[in-house]
């Protein structure tokens, strides 16, 4: 008891520095920091014919000294100024070919001594695998020989990633890439003083803007985002390249078919200031192999005047792409309701084509009663169009047959209703190496691949036949309910040969073949072992229960190894949950996820705290459902309350949680809900909200789900924001923040401006504002610490809690 209470003091101790005290890094208790440092179990990256399968060591956590190096922001890109990529990269630092077959692996000769590999890419025949290896001062690009198990730099010129840097296989032998057109050394110096101020002005037009980040601010900006982005296109052949076109600022690029043609977008000027570099003017063309134009397809306009509201377009053309199934028919869409989708219209998009030699009239394909989404084609009389309303969270899938030119429905759910998706089609290779939907029994059926599943007993994905004259979906193969196992890719349709992973509470995911239709055993092709033995024993199961007005709820709830309630009692209980809009009370109620899943951790994950003798209930469900003719977010704070106390009243009805100490917790959109309920409930002992954002007026134009703007409804925006109700924030709060977040919405200054809010009104909140860190934290320093941070949180707080009780908060 009295080590108890010098560590309470401790801690408390800790808190009451004064407000602008810096502390050094440090580290949580052994347990967490063991499982967050933990290596992960191997990427894989399989061929189509599930021969020969890749496996790929990643890069965990980078120092903090990592994420410090130079770093340049501007047209919400992130750039390394000294080799002409992504500063923020996920890596690779090994590789292993292992053969499916024989079982054998084999390492891969001839790797940089200091692998850092991204992009990684098959070539058509499967003999060979390209992928870019980031150094300090350059991109190269590496190809490994399947057979020999060799790996050689075949570039010349350093590779240029800035906007993406598609690398395309034409064949087996030529790859084509973007490369640097001057050395990082020529990149404009920034003046001490400017020739003047930058000046943004409107002149009537209408451009509602999100809230993006790193935009260009000034001249000076505007010349280091062309610097940087412009790249040459390369032909590479046997080592030798050969320009392709003059330099550019290429938004993308994609090879024809037949590798006869190029579809290219370009960036033009003049760049905006409030929208990224993917938002700019730009031209969509078509040249052959070798850069020459053919034809000048569109001149697209900044996306500054697109307007505000789900399923609103500009009233230009989009989706330009190659047809799959043909070797060289380009196709792109345009709305025929002038972008608005509230206009009373039939159809509000249609569908355009064009074939070689792109001198022709267009044709018109087929028109869309809702929002164009895509197509998946497969041959002359099958490919399946996609339409739908973001604002009604309704998809509708249609068969095309472009020989007789008719559409016919298929099937249209909503998009929340997982019970009714028969998932998506499987497709193969075809003649020109394009990904198509392959038909089955004599043409009359098509494989449908749903790697969730979901269904009242928790996801159990399957692999379907979908009957095209009947419109229905007979599934052939489901996972059995005591694992979560889905299809990777299936190797053969004919004898349903497919390769799945599989994983349950107990088993590790790992992958391996079945036959369905010689329904011989299966076979494991991968043996990765447990990377965190320290979680076994731990109890895990998915929940069930109601909230007051009867939806009903879902939650994965963790339970310390060892523990028993009969003897242990009700435990301190951390939830930890990210709100869902829902247009009806049925999707709302249907169980999502599996309790048949292998626990894993990463650096988001709540589930560290079960190691500490703590109550996890993960993925708490808080739905905001429509009520009658209301929104979803009408009635946003009333929802979550009641999610939250259905959530704690069931804890406690189980005998595992203690309804006096229990705290809420979320990241993004979770941190906005944990402030809400901090500021209208006194449910909580405490609160953990990781970059949120806290102030919707800085949203203006719309936010999540939400399309009404703040001028349609400002009292929604009011009411929706915690930092209206910082003087009720009584309940102790822990804001974390990277200082360089880089998502839409959630600038820092929202978790810094509530701070301030609570601490005038007298509240209890602490800021730790991670160096150099986004959206998505990644420095090892920098989680170490937000562990430290949090878990110290939740011991001050809620396991040794002191005060009143909360069930007696409010008499």
């Known amino acids: 008891m009295k080590k108890c209470m010098l560590s309470l003091l401790f801690l408390l101790g800790i808190f009451n520095l004064k407000a602008q005290d810096a502390i050094n890094y440090q580290t949580p208790p052994k347990e967490i920091a063991d499982l967050l440092l ?16 890749l496996l790929a ?13 130079p770093e340049l922001r501007v047209a919400g890109l992130r750039i390394n100024p000294d080799n002409f990529a992504p500063s923020r990269q996920f890596l690779i630092n090994n590789f292993t070919l292992k053969n499916i077959k024989s079982g054998q692996t084999f390492p891969v000769i001839g790797l940089p001594q200091h692998l850092r590999a991204g992009n990684i890419h098959w070539n058509p025949s499967e003999k060979k695998i390209c992928f870019t290896q980031t150094n300090p001062k350059s991109v190269d690009l590496y190809v490994i020989d399947i057979a020999s198990h060799t790996a050689m730099k075949i570039n010349k010129a350093p590779l240029n990633l800035v906007l993406g840097g598609s690398i395309s296989w034409i064949d087996d032998q030529v790859i084509i890439y973007h490369t640097v057109t001057r050395p990082a050394s020529m990149a404009p110096k920034k ?5 003047g101020p930058a000046i943004q002005q409107s002149l009537g037009k209408t451009a509602p803007s999100a809230t993006f980040e790193d935009l260009i601010k000034s001249p000076y900006d505007e010349q280091v985002f062309e610097f940087y982005a412009t790249s040459q296109l390369v032909e590479n052949k046997g080592g030798l390249e050969t320009p392709v076109g003059k330099p550019a600022i290429y938004g993308s690029i994609i090879p024809a078919p037949n590798k006869k043609y190029l579809l290219l977008r370009t ?19 078509i040249t052959d192999i070798n850069g020459k134009l053919v034809k000048m397809l569109v001149h697209l306009p900044s996306t500054e005047g697109r307007p505000s509201g789900n399923d609103n377009l500009q009233d230009v053309d989009r989706d330009y792409n190659w047809r799959d199934d043909e070797a060289a028919t380009i196709t792109w869409s345009h709305p025929l309701d002038s972008g608005l989708i509230k206009k009373k219209m039939d159809y509000h998009d249609a569908v355009y084509a064009l074939s070689a030699p792109f001198t022709g009239t267009p044709n018109e394909l087929f028109k869309t009663q809702m929002r164009y989404y895509g197509t998946t084609w497969g041959n002359s009389t099958l490919a399946l169009v996609y339409e739908g309303l973001r604002s009604k969270q309704t998809e509708r899938v249609s068969r095309y047959n472009s020989s007789a030119g008719s559409v016919e429905k298929l099937y249209e759910r909503s998009l929340n209703d997982g019970y009714n998706d028969p998932g998506s089609p499987v497709t193969f290779k075809n003649k020109f190496d394009r990904e198509v939907i392959q038909p089955i029994d004599g043409g009359t059926k098509i494989l449908m691949n749903n790697m969730t599943g979901a269904s009242p007993k928790g996801d159990l994905p399957f692999l379907a036949k979908f ?15 005591r694992y979560f196992e889905y299809v990777q890719d299936v190797t053969d349709p004919d004898k349903l040969v497919m390769l799945t992973r599989r994983e349950s509470q107990t088993d590790v995911p790992n992958y391996y073949i079945k036959n369905l239709v010689l329904k011989i055993g299966d076979r494991q092709v991968t043996s990765f072992t447990n990377p965190y033995p320290q979680l076994e024993g731990v109890k895990e199961q998915k929940i069930f229960y109601k909230r007051a007005d009867s939806v009903d709820l879902t939650g994965n709830l963790y339970l310390p190894k060892g523990y028993n309630k009969d003897k242990d009692g009700p435990l301190p209980v951390l939830i930890w949950a990210y709100p869902q809009e829902f247009n009806s009370k049925a999707d709302a109620a249907q169980v999502r996820g599996s309790q048949n899943l292998f626990i ?6 709540p589930v560290f705290w079960v190691t500490q003798g703590y109550a996890v209930l993960d993925n708490a469900e808080m739905p905001i459902v429509a009520k009658g003719d209301k929104k979803p977010n009408d009635t946003f704070v009333e929802q979550l309350s009641l999610n939250a106390e259905a959530a704690i009243n069931k804890l406690a009805d189980m005998g595992v949680g203690d309804r006096n100490r229990v705290a809420v917790g979320g990241h993004s959109y979770g941190a906005f809900m944990t402030a809400n309920l901090l500021a209208h409930t006194k449910l909580f002992k405490a609160g953990i909200a990781r970059s949120g954002a806290y102030n919707r007026t800085l949203t203006p134009f719309g936010f999540q789900n939400e399309d009404r703007t703040y001028w349609d409804n400002p009292k929604l925006y009011y009411d929706m924001s915690p930092f209206s109700f910082a003087n009720q924030i009584k309940t102790p709060l822990l804001l974390i923040h990277g200082d360089a977040d880089d998502n839409p919405g ?66």
Not at 39 to 47: E, F, L, Q, R
């Open 38 to 53: 933990a290596k992960p179990t191997p990427s894989v990256y399989i061929n189509s014919k599930a021969e020969w399968m």
């Open 467 to 481: 009957d095209l004259a009947t419109k229905k979906n007979e599934i052939i193969w489901r996972c059995s309910d």
């Open 746 to 811: 959630t600038f820092p200054i929202n978790s810094e401006r509530l701070f301030n809010a609570i601490k005038g009104f007298g509240g209890t909140v602490r800021y730790v504002s991670l160096p150099y860190e986004a959206h998505g934290y990644r420095g090892k320093e920098n989680l170490l610490h937000m562990l430290w941070e949090m878990n110290t949180w939740l011991n001050t707080y809620v396991k040794n809690a002191p005060g009143i009780k909360i069930a007696d908060a409010g008499k």
């Open 600 to 605: 894993t951790i990463n650096w988001a994950s």
């Open 267 to 285: 960036i033009k000027k003049p760049f905006s200031y409030l929208v990224t570099a993917f938002g700019f003017p730009s031209d969509v063309t």
């Open 191 to 195: 003046p001490l003083m400017p020739k």
């Open 57 to 69: 060591d990643r890069i965990l956590y980078p120092s903090v000294a990592d994420l410090a190096m």
